[in-house]
């Protein structure tokens, strides 16, 4: 089993950024690719972007591109999701999650976070 607990959500100003973490504990060496998603009140659940856990390979959504970079510090076993020009239709909670198997462009994860709000005010 594989624990994943983010942090660093808060609210912040339009146009402003953010750092959310996501670290990793229990069973890391199963991991192959780390993810972030958002789920907004009423909305289905959006991916963000993954990272493979191996190397610095990235995919990102279209709508955060440029302005999303997610890294990782293997000695922590913690990846990062640095937010720049955060819009206040991206106020969401924003989870973590982690697959075993590889591919950054599909969805099939096997861990997921708790999740922490990310609000941005107009």
């Known amino acids: 089993q594989v624990q994943l607990a983010e942090s660093g959500g808060g609210l912040v100003q339009a146009g402003g950024s953010l750092r959310l973490s996501c670290a990793a504990s229990g069973r890391t060496s199963s991991i192959y690719v780390m993810g972030w998603f958002r789920q907004s009140p009423g909305k289905e659940r959006e991916f963000v972007g993954a990272?493979?856990?191996?190397?610095?390979?990235?995919y990102y959504a279209d709508s955060v591109k440029g302005r999303f970079t997610i890294f990782r510090d293997n000695a922590k076993n913690t990846d990062y999701l640095q937010m720049y020009g955060l819009k206040p239709e991206e106020t969401a909670v924003y989870y973590c999650a982690a697959k075993r198997g590889p591919g950054l462009k599909e969805y099939d994860y096997d861990y997921w976070g708790q999740g922490t709000q990310v609000t941005v005010s107009s």
């Open positions: 990272i493979y856990v191996s190397g610095s390979n990235t």
